[in-house]
Nanobody, 129 residues
């Protein structure tokens, strides 16, 4: 299995930028498709972005398309989420997730997945207006 640790969250003004990182340990990092999700208290966890195991394919939620960019560095066992033009509605706890390598980036955005998915503990992003 894999352990995931997120970092990079914090307080930022609307219009600002943040970069989140998620470092994986355990099994070989390239064995996993990786994604970012977010959750606001009282609401369901929602998909944000995903990247295929090799980094060649990415997929985004419509709400972040054009503002966020996901990338990965398999040599560093790390996946990133570069967030720009942040809005107050982006405020949430952001979670890193790992799915098996055969999962596509787009498939990670589909609700109701009941397979094995590993989660980090999350990092809080707060965007002030």
């Amino acid at each position: 299995q894999v352990q995931l640790v997120e970092s990079g969250g914090g307080l930022v003004q609307a219009g600002g930028s943040l970069r989140l990182s998620c470092v994986a340990s355990g099994r070989t990092f390239s064995s996993y498709a990786m994604g970012w999700f977010r959750q606001v208290p009282g609401k369901e966890r929602e998909f944000v972005a995903a990247v295929s195991w090799g980094g060649g394919s990415t997929y985004y939620a419509d709400s972040v398309k054009g503002r966020f960019a996901i990338s990965r560095d398999n040599a560093k066992n790390t996946v990133y989420l570069q967030m720009s033009s942040l809005k107050p509605e982006d405020t949430a706890v952001y979670y890193c997730a790992a799915d098996s390598r055969d999962r596509t980036a787009q498939s990670m955005g589909v609700k109701g997945y009941d397979g094995r998915r590993y989660w980090g503990k999350g990092t809080l992003v707060t965007v002030s207006s």
